[in-house]
């Protein structure tokens, strides 16, 4: 259990219309994209709540990837759901619902046998109901942490108080020029970084990569090139649970760890992708996604 991930987020049903095609109440959620993703390097432990109306096939489905569910609350009502469409450019979405349903009054506990975990993705959730989650972890030694503009306009001073408490902080682009008051990403992952965060400052730039933000060096890392993207929904997602997902396999955050846990991530990203919802994992090998990495290090090295 020392290697096991929490991942703390939402198990949803997901709505999404692309130039590929319709999907309607396909398994989604920040929470199920981390865990899968992660499921390939280790055990993933959810922390969520759905409603009496989350299909079967989709416990099933989870439980068959190795992600334990033991803390996911079924409660009465309706599971979270949310509708977007996207256009030709698939960083750019329109959003035309989101349905919080038994999320709304939802706060999280963790059974007693999960509270040694050390490592943990906090995923896109109110700051409150994250620092509620780490105040019942005894034992952590890694903390990556996710927001989005919405918390961050309305809980300014929650998030300078969580941000001592990470370890990694994640944001898209948009997000991190927004909380830092700097359109150059250089300087607001260094300003971000001087917030207090202890290890590094993640900004995701969608199709054109990331960069990671340390005290010691800065690292950018391009997207694995695809041919066809599909559906981006739960892209930064899958990548942050391929980077916490690697770095538990491990065992130590270290440099290099650092380094390739973001290869890894770049890589889950880029499987996500290229099909609809969650469908791709069904598929995904681990040969597969070591392959994928190898190529990657190619296109960076010269």
């Known amino acids: ?43 993933p432990v959810i922390i969520s709540a759905v409603g009496e109306d989350f299909p079967h096939k989709h416990t099933q489905f989870l ?13 009465k009502g309706k599971t979270f759901s949310w509708e977007a469409r996207y256009g030709d ?67 300014p001073k929650e998030i300078l108080e969580i941000l001592p408490r990470v370890d990694i902080a ?55 090139p695809l041919e066809e993207v599909k559906d981006p929904t739960g892209a930064g997602d899958s990548f942050a649970g391929g980077l916490i997902g690697y770095l538990a396999k491990m065992g130590k955050v270290n440099d290099e760890n650092l380094k390739r846990g973001m290869a890894y991530g770049t890589i889950m990203a880029s499987l996500t992708v290229e099909e609809f919802g969650t469908d791709r994992f069904k598929k995904v090998t681990k040969k597969e996604i070591d392959k994928r990495f190898e190529e990657l290090k190619k296109i960076i090295h010269f």
């Not at 590929?20 to 109440?25: C, L, V, W, Y």
């Not at 068959?64 to 409660?75: F, P």
């Not at 300003?191 to 800065?218: D, P, W, Y």
């Open 63 to 75: 439980k068959k990837n190795r992600i334990n569910l033991n803390n996911v609350e079924v409660k």
């Open 170 to 224: 994640l944001f898209n682009d948009s997000e991190a020029r927004h909380f830092s008051g700097e359109t150059n990403l250089t300087k607001a992952g260094k300003k971000i970084l001087a917030k207090g965060v202890k290890k590094g400052v993640v900004i995701k730039k969608g199709e054109h990569g990331a960069f990671l933000f340390t005290k010691s060096f800065i690292l950018h890392l391009p997207a694995y």
């Open 1 to 43: 259990m020392n290697k096991w991930v929490i991942i703390f987020g939402s198990l949803a049903l997901d709505s999404v219309e692309t130039p590929f095609g319709k999907r309607k109440n396909i398994l989604g959620g920040s929470a199920t994209h981390a865990a899968l993703s992660a499921s390939y390097f280790t055990t």
């Open 89 to 155: 450019n698939p960083n750019e979405r329109e959003v035309l619902s989101t349905r919080v349903n038994v999320l709304a009054d939802y706060s999280p506990f963790l059974l007693p046998e999960h509270r040694k975990i050390k490592y943990v993705f906090l995923a896109n959730n109110p700051p409150a109901s994250q620092m509620l989650l780490l105040n019942q972890l005894t034992s952590t030694e890694l903390v990556v942490w996710d927001t989005m503009t919405y918390w961050i306009d309305r809980f």
